[in-house]
């Protein structure tokens, strides 16, 4: 890989890498990538992945599945300035496919923007024009709430991800929060590098702090002998190590940032939901997690799952459902007391983070404002 600073080339890594059958066009075609992940303010990973041949599964004579297999790359790249862009070239056989430009985060505390959306499971049409909405706000990164594909087993479905996604993933970083359509599946982990141990993590910009948590847990198969009472204890004792783990570690995050100027967290499923049918697990998660958002004076938590627009406060939180990425559009029959607004359309939203406020812009697929919230810096 050739990383060139604009203006003033330096070399900072040179990695040739040669796609194994080389002259193979159609090898060339379905490689995946670049994309841009793991960003601070001197370091950076590129992914890239390439095809690696086929599996076809016939049944009698006629074929019933075709399985792609990719190989994925990454390279780290260290020592970089700050708030500098780059441009990035890997080097794939002399093709022009491997080109990128990213911005390292800035070092010090200064105004920037990034961008949030979910559910982008589905109605690859909209996903697209919502990812080209995105793409022209220029964000320092972008956030998915969860369920980027239907199903995370499928490589299908991240052939279509990152084939709608590549404009945007090639230059900006894109972080992302476990679904429960990825199905915590090896091709999540295999794709994307995200910080810690990829399932939950943070990361932070100036002194605004990002935390993403995973609501998943672990994906096992349930032993079909298990039924009723006995396979409900199973998931529960199952997940429930997991996500107690999880919640030491928020904890003990969130003390030791204390000083953050803004704390964002994001997760899948919702805190509030205005669906009906979800309305009670909603109030479950809110009696596991407690007050543990507001007791840290969290700025905003923001969810996907429920696909729509939702904001509600609750003791000095906002809790953002944030899911009109593309999956088909739910109803929102049950508002709840701590509703603020809420809006049944495919959206995304832009957030800008300054010294002394947050600028919080929903904004729908059509380019219309749907609600803009302003938070003060904590204090
Ligand atoms: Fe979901």
């Given amino acids: 890989m050739n990383i060139q600073k604009r203006n003033k080339i330096v070399l900072l890594l040179a ?14 075609q379905k490689m995946i990538g670049p994309y841009v992940q793991n960003m601070s303010d001197d370091e950076v ?21 075709k399985v792609s297999q990719y ?34 985060f800035p070092e010090n505390v200064e105004n920037f923007h990034f961008a949030v959306l979910g559910d982008t499971r589905t109605r690859h049409d909209f996903h697209q024009r919502i990812v080209d909405r995105i793409i022209n706000e220029k964000p320092a990164f972008v956030v998915n709430t969860g369920d980027l594909v239907s199903r995370g087993n499928s490589m299908e479905d ?24 990825e199905q915590d599946s090896e091709n999540y982990y295999n794709f994307f590098s995200m910080p810690g141990n990829e399932s939950y993590y943070f990361f932070s910009v100036g002194d605004a702090l990002f935390v993403i948590m995973d609501m998943e847990g ?5 032993p079909a002998y298990l039924k009723g009472k006995k396979r409900d204890e199973f998931w529960e004792n199952i997940g429930k190590e997991y996500i107690e783990k999880e919640k030491k570690w928020l904890e003990n995050v969130l003390n030791l940032n204390d000083d953050a100027g803004y704390i964002f967290v994001f997760f899948h499923p919702t805190y509030y939901s205005i669906k009906k049918s979800r309305v009670e697990d909603a109030e ?41 990425g593309g999956a088909p559009l739910y109803s929102t029959d049950a508002p709840q007391p701590e509703t603020v607004k809420y809006k049944k359309i495919e959206h995304y939203m832009r957030i800008d983070v300054e010294k002394n406020q947050t600028i919080m812009k929903a904004i729908d697929i059509n380019g219309e404002l749907i609600e803009e919230i302003k938070v003060n810096r904590r204090k």
């Fill in 71 to 104: 190989k994925q790359h990454k390279s780290i790249v260290t020592r970089l300035d700050g708030k500098t862009t780059y441009s990035y070239d890997v080097l794939n056989d002399g093709t022009e496919r491997g080109k990128g430009t990213f911005t390292t």
């Fill in 284 to 324: 479950l998660r809110r009696k596991y997690w407690g007050d543990i958002f507001e007791r840290h004076n969290v700025t905003a938590v923001l969810n996907g799952h429920d696909h729509y627009y939702h904001h509600a406060e609750h003791g000095g939180t906002h809790y953002i459902v944030t899911a009109g």
């Fill in 218 to 222: 672990p994906n096992y198969n349930v």
């Fill in 15 to 28: 990695l040739i890498f040669i796609v194994g059958i080389s002259n193979n066009i159609d090898a060339q």
């Fill in 158 to 181: 991240w052939e279509h991800f990152f084939r709608i996604n590549d404009k945007l993933i090639r230059n900006t970083p894109y972080y992302t929060v476990l679904g429960n359509h």
């Fill in 45 to 65: 990973t590129i992914c890239w992945s390439t095809f690696e041949g086929a599996t076809s599964i016939s049944e009698s004579d006629s074929i019933i599945q």
